[in-house]
Nanobody
């Protein structure tokens, strides 16, 4: 069992930056692929970024590539999402997720077993 708690969301102007954190409980954090997903009002939850268990591989949605950076610290049981050059269309609730996920499924929310409660990110124009 893994419990995930996100933090770091808030209100920022377009072009600004935010850093999200997701702290995980348990001693098996390094066993899981970690992902960040987001959900805007009236839209389905969508993939933003993911990172392999060791942190050696990262994956990004085209919409965030070059602006967002995912990283993890297995000693601290924490995964991060650094978001730069934010746009109003990045406004959403951001969720972190953990799972045993193969690369071909890494963008699929249903393949992740554990989810945080979400943190709101609002980007004003």
């Amino acid at each position: 069992q893994v419990q995930l708690v996100e933090s770091g969301g808030g209100l920022v102007q377009a072009g600004g930056s935010l850093r999200l954190s997701c702290a995980a409980s348990g001693r098996t954090f390094s066993s899981y692929t970690m992902g960040w997903f987001r959900q805007a009002p009236g839209k389905e939850r969508e993939f933003a970024a993911a990172i392999s268990r060791s942190g050696s591989s990262t994956y990004y949605a085209d919409s965030v590539k070059g602006r967002f950076t995912i990283s993890r610290d297995n000693a601290k049981n924490t995964v991060y999402l650094q978001m730069n050059s934010l746009k109003p269309e990045d406004t959403a609730v951001y969720y972190c997720a953990a799972g045993i996920v193969v690369v071909s499924h890494i963008q699929l929310p249903g393949k992740y077993n554990y989810w945080g409660q979400g943190t709101q990110v609002t980007v004003s124009s």
